[in-house]
């Protein structure tokens, strides 16, 4: 892990990155994707970073990818979904119950009494992706209790009476479940490439699903949308079908026009996880003989329909078939997503936050991957305790991947540079495995990060 001190622009970043590069020892024409999260400093098409990475693999022969992370694309495209009179309701409504302490002390007894089935409301928070989903559903459940407890403090609401407006709200309900359920199976570790692409294809044809039924305002999808709907029947509410067909429009638009970088590379995908549904003669030349070979082999494909993708390749014959292998070596090198860098400050921000007052000085951190011949070592910077550790909301955060395994006597040369009198007892006691195929680095406006196989 590197400081950046002073700016944090794409050339000072890829100065940091190629200091690291080279200390070392990598190559740069192994590295086969960059992955940011968007940010201008990493994405910009002259002075980004990634563009800056990928110019010099190409100097170095090799080919890299440029990715913008799955999640926070999703992410974006859920904040397009704008039914403004709805969520202003909401919040004014949390924020009146929650930001006076009598009120929801009040409150939640008032919820302890009546029996109610949870035991409070959420605050909602625009920085949080999941954070809209859940507060509505919250509200959306306890709209009743809710309504009656207003009541008796003399600030009766309007909306919860008014079908129209329950009807937006049981449809911003169901919508943003179905926008976090796709949101939270993108998240996780081993998430390879081809699965995240996976999900997102797939709910981009659930969205066109939904916007052909509700054309004839069927919601069989929309369980809270169907209930109100059941509760009013002689509310005319078939006249919001338009609107809701709009608003899952906007979505199929953004999201059709989002994760182009996912599709530059999709007949990389389709090889790499359905080789045996490929066409030889739509993919690079070097590898038409060998997949053909592939293609022709039965007991291959028994493998290929019992095994993982992982251990399918891996079982192939490194002497027949060694591009198709380091094909599948590039594609499960590539992170879709920034994850687990995000997850990483994360853990670091529970460590400065109160359940740790002081961060020591120097502190090591080596994380290994339990089963080999993948690993990741992680090195962590000596920190002020005065200091406090970026947000994750405040991050720029990119993965470099590369698709090279050191050998076992470059790994001791390595090890033993970084740390010639190896662990600790009590450092051995608290490394964790990480199970991941790539190397990454991630930089915030002071911490710069750097993994390496």
Same mark, same amino acid.
């Given at each position: 892990?590197? /400081?950046?001190?002073?700016?944090?622009?794409g050339?000072?970043?890829?100065?940091a990155?190629s200091?690291?590069?080279?200390?070392?020892?990598?190559?740069?024409?192994?590295?086969?994707?960059?992955?940011?999260?968007?940010?201008?400093?990493?994405?910009?098409?002259?002075?980004?970073?990634?563009?800056?990475?990928?110019?010099?693999?190409?100097?170095?022969?090799?080919?890299?990818?440029?990715?913008?992370?799955?999640?926070?694309?999703?992410?974006?495209?859920?904040?397009?979904?704008?039914?403004?009179?709805?969520?202003?309701?909401?919040?004014?409504?949390?924020?009146?119950?929650?930001?006076?302490?009598?009120?929801?002390?009040?409150?939640?007894?008032?919820?302890?009494?009546?029996?109610?089935?949870?035991?409070?409301?959420?605050?909602?928070?625009?920085?949080?992706?999941? #954070?809209?989903?859940?507060?509505?559903?919250?509200?959306?459940?306890?709209? #009743?209790?809710?309504?009656?407890?207003?009541?008796?403090?003399?600030?009766?609401?309007?909306?919860?009476?008014?079908?129209?407006?329950?009807?937006?709200?049981?449809?911003?309900?169901?919508?943003?479940?179905?926008? @976090?359920?796709?949101?939270?199976?993108?998240?996780?570790?081993?998430?390879?490439?081809?699965?995240?692409?996976?999900?997102?294809?797939?709910f981009?044809?659930?969205?066109?699903?939904?916007?052909?039924?509700?054309?004839?305002?069927?919601?069989?999808?929309?369980?809270?949308?169907?209930?109100i709907? #059941?509760?009013?029947?002689?509310?005319?509410?078939?006249?919001?079908?338009?609107?809701?067909?709009?608003?899952?429009? /906007?979505?199929?638009?953004?999201?059709?026009?989002?994760?182009q970088?996912?599709?530059?590379i999709?007949?990389?995908?389709?090889?790499? /996880?359905?080789?045996?549904?490929v066409?030889?003669?739509? *993919?690079?030349?070097?590898?038409?003989?060998?997949?053909?070979?592939?293609?022709?082999?039965?007991?291959?494909?028994?493998?290929?329909?019992?095994?993982?993708?992982?251990?399918?390749?891996?079982?192939?014959?490194?002497?027949?078939?060694?591009?198709?292998?380091?094909?599948?070596?590039?594609?499960?090198?590539?992170?879709?997503?920034?994850?687990?860098?995000?997850?990483?400050?994360s853990?670091?921000?529970?460590?400065?936050?109160?359940?740790?007052?002081?961060?020591?000085?120097?502190?090591?951190?080596?994380?290994? *991957?339990s089963?080999?011949? @993948?690993?990741?070592?992680?090195?962590?910077?000596?920190?002020?305790?005065?200091?406090?550790?970026?947000?994750?909301?405040?991050?720029? *955060?990119?993965?470099?991947?590369?698709?090279?395994?050191?050998?076992?006597?470059?790994?001791?040369?390595?090890?033993?540079?970084?740390?010639?009198?190896?662990?600790?007892?009590?450092?051995? #006691?608290?490394?964790?495995?990480?199970?991941?195929y790539?190397?990454?680095?991630?930089?915030?406006?002071?911490?710069?990060?750097?993994?390496?196989?």
């Open positions: 892990m590197i /400081s950046l001190k002073g700016t944090t622009t050339r000072d970043i890829f100065e990155v200091e690291a590069v080279e200390k070392m020892g990598l190559k740069w024409d192994k590295l086969c994707g960059v992955t940011t999260d968007g940010a201008p400093a990493m994405t910009g098409d002259r002075k980004g970073m990634a563009s800056m990475v990928c110019a010099k693999v190409k100097e170095s022969g090799g080919e890299a990818f440029r990715m913008h992370c799955i999640i926070h694309q999703e992410a974006l495209c859920a904040k397009t979904v704008q039914l403004g009179d709805v969520m202003n309701t909401v919040v004014k409504t949390v924020n009146i119950i929650r930001a006076r302490g009598l009120y929801h002390r009040e409150f939640q007894a008032f919820l302890s009494e009546v029996d109610a089935e949870y035991g409070d409301v959420f605050y909602h928070s625009e920085v949080r992706w999941l #954070s809209r989903g859940y507060v509505l559903q919250r509200f959306y459940s306890m709209r #009743s209790e809710i309504d009656q407890f207003m009541k008796e403090k003399g600030r009766p609401l309007h909306e919860p009476s008014d079908p129209l407006w329950l009807a937006d709200l049981a449809f911003l309900v169901d919508l943003t479940h179905h926008l @976090n359920t796709l949101n939270k199976n993108l998240q996780g570790k081993e998430q390879l490439v081809p699965h995240l692409y996976a999900h997102m294809k797939a981009c044809v659930k969205l066109c699903l939904f916007e052909t039924q509700l054309r004839s305002f069927n919601a069989a999808h929309f369980p809270a949308l169907s209930e709907k #059941s509760a009013f029947p002689k509310a005319d509410l078939s006249a919001k079908k338009e609107k809701y067909v709009s608003v899952i429009a /906007s979505l199929v638009t953004e999201f059709n026009q989002r994760f970088d996912f599709s530059v999709e007949k990389q995908i389709k090889l790499f /996880s359905t080789p045996f549904l066409d030889a003669e739509e *993919v690079e030349e070097s590898l038409q003989l060998e997949l053909i070979e592939m293609q022709c082999d039965d007991s291959l494909k028994s493998q290929h329909q019992l095994l993982s993708l992982f251990d399918f390749y891996q079982s192939l014959d490194s002497a027949k078939f060694p591009l198709m292998r380091r094909h599948a070596k590039r594609m499960m090198s590539l992170f879709g997503s920034t994850y687990i860098c995000e997850q990483a400050f853990l670091l921000n529970q460590n400065k936050s109160r359940l740790r007052t002081r961060m020591a000085e120097a502190i090591s951190v080596k994380s290994f *991957v089963q080999p011949p @993948n690993f990741l070592l992680t090195f962590q910077p000596s920190f002020n305790p005065k200091d406090s550790i970026t947000a994750p909301t405040e991050c720029n *955060v990119l993965h470099i991947i590369a698709d090279n395994l050191l050998s076992p006597e470059e790994l001791v040369a390595l090890q033993a540079a970084i740390d010639p009198k190896g662990p600790s007892p009590s450092q051995k #006691s608290t490394w964790q495995p990480i199970s991941t790539s190397t990454y680095w991630a930089n915030s406006k002071e911490q710069f990060h750097l993994s390496s196989f």
